[in-house]
């Protein structure tokens, strides 16, 4: 079965373009012009991936994205925009997006973009992990792509995230390296590099850890990679 994209898109020429490439490439393309759209679109079926522009006439892709994340949490979000700001990309990524595309942009980076995430979402869903864990003072809920704090509202996890977090947990109590986590979460054409898997531990750390500058749980193993503690 081929994998569905749901595509908010308002301009007309970009919108055809688009849906035309992607289903060449072997998507199905749900093309929706405004927020209505997308949401009828939404009750009639699910999406693997949903690629968001952001600015549209009735609204804001973040808005529709904030909807996905909440009623359907295994669908990838990767956004479109014309002007790549800093408190754009700040706002996609709290959603939990998986990528942040400004426009313009080549066609071939987008679709190896796409298929990264949907690889992502694939690597979660096919797993056998337990849908619900505990990693040091967070409850982790890998099917609802989230974390929960004590008395705290769940924290969105984006799919590398979550991926990262249950490559751990599955190889808990053993060390797991940069070079395995990237070739599993990323891919060499969204230039990754060692640092980008420290930067990701650095951010799970501070929702994970009891003191997240004297990590217990997630234990770095120097020139190598990281460990997850069993207990």
Avoid at 16 to 29: D, I, K, M, N, P
Avoid at 178 to 191: F, G, K, T, V
Wanted: hydrophobic residues 40%.
């Amino acid at each position: 079965m081929n994998n569905r994209i749901l595509l908010l898109e308002d301009e007309q020429n970009v919108g055809s373009t688009l849906q035309e490439r992607l289903q060449h490439a072997g998507f199905s393309v749900t093309w929706a012009q405004s927020l209505k759209e997308s949401h009828l679109a939404l009750q009639q079926e699910n999406f693997h991936l949903a690629l968001l522009d952001i600015n549209v006439p009735d609204g804001s892709g973040f808005e529709l994205g904030a909807v996905i994340r909440k009623k359907h949490p295994a669908t990838a979000l990767v956004f479109l925009t014309a002007a790549g700001t800093p408190e754009d990309r700040i706002q996609g990524l709290e959603l939990g997006a998986e990528d942040y595309i400004v426009k313009p942009f080549h066609f071939k980076e987008l679709q190896l973009r796409i298929q990264n995430a949907l690889k992502r979402a694939v690597y979660i869903a096919d797993s056998t992990t337990a849908e619900q864990v505990t990693l040091g003072k967070a409850k982790v809920s890998f099917d609802q792509y989230e974390l929960t704090l004590e008395g705290e509202s769940p924290i969105h996890l984006s799919h590398k995230e979550c991926a990262l977090l249950k490559l751990l947990y599955q190889k808990r109590g053993l060390v797991v390296s940069r070079d395995e986590i990237l070739n599993l979460i990323w891919s060499e054409d969204e230039y990754p590099t060692p640092r980008t898997v420290d930067n990701f531990i650095l951010r799970l750390r501070k929702w994970i850890e009891p003191n997240s500058d004297s990590p217990t749980v997630i234990r770095s193993v120097r020139g190598v990679g990281y460990l997850l503690e069993k207990d």
